[in-house]
Structures are given as structure tokens and as C-alpha cells.
């Protein structure tokens, strides 16, 4: 996984050589920062990273052999990717721009070439499938992309034909040149749609005037010549694409889903006949077509230099599919085989024979080997919370059979085993070969709704999954882990219920077995250190599963859970990145806002932590909750609050229940507040509370800020309003201080020893604008601090000539931001920082209500040499350690930036004071030190977010980055000030220990016996 | 120390003393002076009735030298801390402010030696109790040592050792408590 050579490792004794060279101000800053990249032998220790590509939108496979590894896919992310068949890894992959620009619009292989268009139209790519290389490139004429295919001149593939909406165009296949482009007639009414080559001397564009006639123009390949053009009358017919195909020797085969009728037209025909139509009822199937369902055809063209096959698949609903035949007369049509129920089906050729791959339901269980290792983990690990679920065990199999007969071929059965909180199958890849013996041996790629790709090969066996849902995070968090069984076992009987309801004997039982167990667990742990010993390094592996989860001493190790857009959550383990559970939510809709809250940690023993996920559906407004174990992935089932409103916003009280989860409000649109869980303890607790709790929505569109505080009935009171004006500027975040941050210092500490408070507001909230005014001399940045419960306005920074997107993060008593400076066109940092001046108004409490003095506020400003796509900062325990802010760049790197280089207390001229604190002079530009890149050569690509949470250490600070790619690491801002270095010699300070006991041991004896001796003398 | 006047008790211990060492001794020479003497002072011991010295009684002039001797001795001692300042204002200009290693063993000793002092000033009074001036002498002695500690004490302040500022207190501040609880965000 990783590479052998790896170019960072910085020591110190360089950055000092370095610093000797360079200026005084150089020197302080290594003085400061002494490295902090990682050494060679630290890489992957605990770090890792894995590669996405996202949603598969084409897939090829390299050749039709045995041992062929390779496969294509081009996704929804802009990618073009190779994998490896056998283990799922990536060979190489390309990543074009995001947004319409880098659309892939097509994916065509033939032997090494991977033809691709990008960017609707924009640009045809030839790419050699071999290293992944780009062969060539070239630009097409505008106009929006309609079909494209390849075109063979006397049995070779030379060209490929790209259809757009005005033009057709050939281009030669080496080399990317235009053989010829021309305009397509009458393409203001005619929407062409279709391209068509069957290896003869013309390529066949098809359009059709919606609900009128259909369109056939043959072109002549030499020179682009129109040799012929017709029109037939179909007036049934709206979209060549989606209910056409071409089949046997060249004939166009429609379906109409109103008069449930095939229609078939011969295209290279001469004269101009009608369509024939074929009734679905002579086939005898009408009556099975689904309601409401668009029948589709499914047909396919093994070689572009031959005619496609003439049997062809009619799907007549979900789970309907139809094998069919044209008879060689082109105008009759023979039923070969209905399957039913049926998911999907697809073609695949090898050589001379081409087969159909059918996916069929089977309701029975999966294989006996999977139920019985699932009985097992049932068993082994029985955490007493853990009711074990009767899974519907259900599978898919995959048949084979012959295209030319229909016939089932023998022994090509393949299980598809459904996950319990999957998605269902979506698409069928196939890729078949011809086995020594000259029968059809396949591979089969499967992609489920939840964008899951499965690599199943013969009989059954599932090679590779790969969950491209990762590719698309939206929202994370991290929790703890549970502590062991064991450790669990004896806080139990401890609890605050064992001693009242057991008596003295019992208890005695009690504690005797659990003594056992852990002597066991020990007996156990023991065991296999000794059986792992044995075994070379290379062939331990720490199987993470969900049964040996549990707490390290340093609580370094988390459960990941990451929300994707797809609808999929996930669990991850954050020491070796292993998916540990995954649980699709099936109706989720693509657009959907996703809110994870964690209500209840793992530190309530008896109750398992709880974890909420808020959706709301954006075009209803509706919202849904979904309560789950975030260490199981399971479903709690708890009675969830009705929500009939759309809701707005949710706010997480730290307020709990008899069972220890925290309260969460939603906030509805007739700003009523419903609060989840809802026992009467709570509501107690809430009237109790309640004017105390206040809670502020914004409304981008009205750039409108509002605050509201709760009545006692639930019902909530508007009580003030700040409205920025949207034809000036408008709304484009907002954050406020992450409610887990811990800031041990109150104050910092100047060079005459006097104490500059800082102003920590708990309620002060950083809101961003961008003006609407985009003129590079008008645009501007604003960043205004707003108290979110009082509403007034703490300070406000307009950065003049700036214009977005804006990066910020709000944490302590400071806020730093970026963004685009329109004058110099540069990127700028700009940092904030409040300070409450050298006395505290109110040391004990904090209330905003009770404010009178404004905070003093200092900025700074710094040049930035590189853009940025997203930033966070540190986080520890106890907020001790010194805070580093990390950037994601857009090569992929994260740069770890210590804070200090952002204050804005950085003098112009250092005098002896400043030297006292510590403050580095003031310096314009923001240096980028390799050193300082966290993910050394693993960048991230499209870094989308940043998370950081503590960990039991408060040197360490773990953070995951997440975009196409999902990168881990650990960072030491202050250093490993509290742990011994990873290279500490433990052998030699024992060794050394161990010999000088044994020396004064020895020297005492002899001392003693010189005694006796001298004393007999 | 002897206390005055008890030169002749001592004169009589030391005989008896030296009669103790021997427990017998047999004269063969009768010309030894020593022993003829010691005869002598024998039949002396049975000539002379009881409380005859025949020695001079000492000088009382030489007594009132000696007590002066001893005032001197006793103001030396009592003005010793006294006298160690300036030594010690030198040695404090010199070491600096820096904070490493010497400077900061200097001001230990500095400020352990007066409270050392301190500490022990009973066995300081008891030297000083031959002297008139006793009082007075303690109090100089003692004076002069808060003087020293009060040096070291300067020393640590100007060194920043002290926790007199504000800084010093920072790390106790406890976070303030939040009155409010407050939420909320975009509309989602």
C-alpha cells in the first residue's frame, strides 16, 4: 500500500544548518518549530488512507481471458480508474475537475484504448489502459453531447463517430485527428439522439421529432457525404434513446409502452417502409407489463465491426425480463425465455458465444458456511445489550444462460449474498471468458443502490467489495469505544443496583465468577501472544471485529462514524480503517441535509451510546430521525417524536435524562420546539430551564439572523433580529465554538508578566457574508461576531476588494478566515483575536446577558501562497497543548499550521517584551514547509473536510480528513510531551537498570565478606 | 568553656588528675627533680593546711582582657551575616538574571544560609552568652540575617521567581460557568 521511499524526513539538525544560512528570523522559527513530519519508519503506523472513485457510471473489463486483472470504471465523481480485479485495489486513477466540466459523458474500450468524453462534448480523450497514460486529446466543436460509438472500415476499429446535437464528427482512433465533421440538417427540430455502425461502409445518425416521425441520415465514411436521408411516420415515438435499440442486422427495434407493441424498422433499407409492429399480446405477455412502468430494451453489440446481436432483452417490469429473438426476416419476433422474477440481466461475449447473465431472488439462506460463522458471532460475543437479530438472510443468484436457445447453462450459478442493511443490486457487470475446456467461465461485478461494488467470481465466492458511498462524506463524528466485555462484566455487578436487590452469598458467587472470567480473558490474551510469536511478523494481522472492539489504554483508538450522501452510514475503526459495520438507509433522498448527533456516549455503562442522525428531505421539508448504536450500527428502537412540520434547526441541550441522553430540540417551522427523548423528567427539567435556552436560525435567502428563547410550554419567543440586506451581501456561514473545547488558559501572559484576559463567549457566533457584487473593485468579505443570545453585534470586519469562497474557523477567543484578495490576487489569512483587556469582569460566571464592555479586538492579516479548499483546528482533551490549524490545499496535502504564526499580536519591531512571549515578528508571508504536511506523499484528494476529536492524550490530537479519499493521522502540536518516544530503548535503560542491580547485589556480598575476613585477621 | 574564676579547681583536678594516671610507681632515683618535687608537694599535700594554694592567685587584670576578647569575638560572630551582604550584593550583580543553572544555585545558597541561621539560633545564643551585650547581639545577628533572606529574596523577585504578578495565578483560574445555553444554525 505504501510506497518504499518517501521523501519527508526532516530532522533538526538540517532546519538548524538551514537556519544558519538564512536570517535571524529563520533561526527563531526553528527554534520554535522543530520537526514534526514523520520519520520513514513511522509511515502506516498509525495513519492510513483509502481511495474512492465514487458512484460506477460505465465499467468495462480489459479482455475476455482467464487471467485477464483489469478493470475500468468511470464514475460520477469525474474519475477514471483502474482495478485491480483480483483484490479490489486501484491500479491508477485520474481525477478531472468536479462539476459539469469534468462530466464524463461516455467510457468506450476496445483493445488497449479507452476512448472517453468529457465535459458534454467538450473534449474527446483517448487513454492507454495498459499505465493509465493519456494517448491524446482533443477539443470537439460545442454543442452538447449526444451519443458516440465506434466505426470499423473492413473489420478494424479506425474511427469513433461522437454525435452532438448539430454535428456529427469522425475522428481516427490513433490519433485523435477529425477525419471529417459535419452538420446534421434540420437539427433546430430533429433531436438526434442515436449513432449506428455496423461495419459497413455509412454510420447511421438517428433523431426523431417527438411524438411525429423518425429521422435516419446514413453518412458516408470517406468523406462525410449524406448518402441517404428518410423520414418514417411514428407519431408513438418521443426518444430514440431510451426506447430504441438496433439488433440483428441492423434493425431498429422501439418498444411503446402505450400500445404495449414492438415496432421494427430496417435501417439501411432502401426504399421507406413502415414501422411493423408487433404486438406484446401475439408474445402472450401483455398482461404481466407492471403499470406505470417504462418497458425497456436491452440489446447488445459484441464487435463494433459486426452487427449487433439479433436476440435481445425486453424488461417489462422491475423484476420482468424477457429474452427475445429476431428472426432472421427482421420482421418476426420469438419469445426464448421469461424470467420472472428477474433484477437484472446483461450480456457478455467471449470469443464466438455470447451468454446472458440473469440475476434472480433466492429467499433461502446464503450458504451454510455464512450462517453458521453468523451463529458464531452471535455467540462468541454476547454483550448483553446484544439481542441477536434475526437478519432476513436473503441472496441473489446469477445464471447464466445460452443466448442462442435461451437454455440455463450448467454449473454457472453464482450467489450474490444480499447484506441485511444493503441496498439493493443495481447493475450487472459481466465479464466472461472461455475456460481450457471450452466452456464459459464468468466474473460479475455487481453494484448496489448504495454504490457498493461486490466482485464475485465462481461458485460464490466474493473476491472484493469496495463502498464507493465513501467517496461522498458529508458528516462525521467519533466516539468512544466500549470498554471490554470483562471490564464492562465488573462495573456491572458494581452498578448502583447490584448491591440492593442480591444478598452477601451471592454477591460472593458473583464476584468469584467474574474473577474467573478475567483470569480467563488473561489465560486467553496469553495464549495468543504465544501462538502469534510463532507465526512470522508479516502474517499477523490484527483482525479488528466488532467482538474484540474495545478501549485502549489511551483511548487512541475510536469507532468512525461517517454519514455519506448516499444515505449510507457507516462505522469505521479508526486504527486500521476497517469498515466494522455499514447500514443503508433506502429512502433517502440524493439532495437530503444530515444532521449526526451523538446523545449519548459510552460512558453510561448499562445503556449503550446512542447516536441520532437528523435528515431532512429538502423538497418537503419533512424530517426524519434515525437512532442507532454508533458502535453496532444497529437500529435503536426507541419511540421517535412525531414530526409532522418541516423542521428547521436542532439543538443538542447538555441536558440528560434518567438514562443519560442528552435532550435534543428540533426546532419547527412554526417555531415550535419538540424535544426528543420527551419523558416527563425531561420536560420537567426543560420548564425548569427553559429561560435559559435560546437558540438563533438564519435565513440565507432573507438575510435574516433571528434569536429565540424558550417559554415553558415549548413555545418560543422572538427576541431579536439582525437582518444584513441580501441585494448587498448575503449569508454564507456561520459557526459557532464547538461545544467539546476545552481552553485551560484564560488569559495570556505578556512580557511584563501581566495577564491579557481573553474573552471566551460560549455564545459567540463567526457569520461570514460575501457581497452579491462580484466587480473585482466592489466585491467585498465580511465576518461579523454576533452574540447568539443577545444578538448584538460584537464586532464586524469587512475585508474590502475580497471576494469568497471564504475558509474560517471560530475556536477560543480567536476566529482566522481566507479568502481571495481581488487587488493583489492573492489568497490572504486574516485572524481575529478578543481579549477582554488586563482585568476579568466576571470570573465565575459567564452570561451574556450581563456584558456591559465591549471585548478588544485585534487583527492581523498574512499572504497565503497557496489556495485552500477547507480548515479546522486542533482539538485535545484539555485544551493544554498549543493549537495547530489544519489546511487542506488543494494538491492533496494538509498542512499543519501552527497557530502562533497566526496572531495577531506578531509585533513589527521585536522589543524585549515581545521577546518574552514568545512572538515571532511580524512577517507578510505565510511560509508552507513541507515538513509541516501532515500526510507526507498520501494526499487527499478533493479534501472536502477536515474532523478532529481528542484523544485520552493530551499531547494527541487525532484527525481524519475525508473527501474522494478518507486519510487518518494522529498530530502532537505541543510534541509527545507525555508519552515516551516510539523509538524509546527500553532494552538498554532495562538492561542498564537490570546490571546495576546485579552489581550492587554482587558488590554487597563481597563487601560483606572482606568484612569477615578482616575481622578474623 | 571554663567558667571565670575556676582556674585553681582546674590547677587541683589536673594534679589529681595527673595522681589518677599512675596507680602505683616505684622511685629508684632519688635525682630526679620531677619526683622529688612530686614528693615534696606530697609532704606539701600533709604540710599545708587545707585550701593552701601555693600558687599565685591569678591576675584580675588579665581576666578583664579576656572578657573583652570575648565581647569581640561575640560581636564578630553577631555581625558575621551582616558583613556577608555586600559579598553577597556582588555575587547577585554578577550572577544576573538570567534563569540557568549557577545563578539559581547561587541565590539556593543565599537563601538557605540565613535561614539556616535562623533556624539554629538557639546554638547562636548560647555562644553569645558569655557577652553583656547578648541581647543586643542576637538582635543584630538576627537582623542581619532577615537582611540576607530579604536579598535572596529581591534576587528571586528580580530573577521572576516570585508569584507576585497576575500570570502566576492564571493556570488556577477556574473557566468561567455558562449561564446560557445556546444553539441553533443555518436552516437546514
Redesign the interface.
Known sequence: MYPPSLVVTFTKKSSVKMAKLTSLFVILLSFFCISEAVFEDQVGKFDWRQQYVGKTLFAHFESNTQSSKKMFVATDKNIFASFNSRTGDLLWRHVDKTGPEGTIDILLLHGQDALMVVGDGRLLRSWDTNIGGLNWEVVLDTGSFQAACFVAIQDTVKLVAVLKKAAISLHYLSNGHQKWVENLPDSDAVQYQAVYSGGEEEVYVLGVVPNSHLTIIAYSLEDGEIIKQRSVEASWLSSVESSCVVVGQGVLMCVDPATLALYTLPIQAEETPEFSQILLQVLYLSPTVSPGFQPVLVSSQPHPARSPLSEFFLQLGPDHHVLLQLNADGYTIAPLRDFQPAFLVSFATTGKKTVAAVMTPKNETVSRHRVVSFINYTAVSKPRWLSPLPFPLQACAINLFSVDSGRRLLDTTVLFPLEPNGGKPHMLYVHAFLKKDDSVGYRVLVQTQDHALTFIQQPGRVVWTREEALADVVTMEMVDLPLTGTQAELEGEFGKKAGKEHGLFPMVLKRLSSQVTLLQAWLAHLWKLFYEARKPRSQVKNEVTIETLSRDEFNLQKMMVMVTASGKLFGIDSKSGSILWKHYLENVQPNAAFKLIVQRTTAHFPHPPQCTLLIKDKDTGLATLHVFNPIFGRKSHIALPALPRPILQSLLLPVIDQDYAKVLLLVDDQYKVTAFPSTKNVLQQLQEMASSIFFYLIRSEHGNLSGFRLRKDLSTERIWEVVLPTEVQKIVAVKGKRPNEHVHSQGRVMGDRSVLYKYLNPNLLAVVTESTDAHPERAFVGVFLVDGVTGRIIHEAVQRKARGPVHFVHSENWVVYEYWNTKSRRNEFSVLELFEGTELYNSTVFSSLDRPHLPQVLQQTYIFPSPITTMEATLTEKGITSRHLLVGLPSGAILSLPKMFLDPRRPEVVTEHSREENLIPYAPEMPIRTEWFINYNQTVARVKGIYTAPSGLESTCLVVAYGLDIYQTRVYPSKQFDVLKDDYDYVLISSVLFALFFATMISKRLAQVKLLNRAWR | MAPPGGQGGGAVSTRGAGARRMKWALELSLGNARGRGDRQSNQGDVMYPIGYSDKSVPDTSIQETDKNLVEKRCWDVALGPLKQIPMNLFIMYMSGNTISIFPIMMVCMMAWRPIQALMSMSATFKLLENSNQQWLQGLAYSVGNLLGSALAIYKCQSM?LLPT????W??F????????????????
Not at chain 2, 165 to 168: G, K, Y
Open positions: 521572576g504578578h497576575s500570570s502566576d492564571l493556570a483560574i477556574e473557566p468561567p460557568q455558562r449561564m446560557e445555553i445556546m444553539g441553533g444554525g443555518m436552516v437546514l
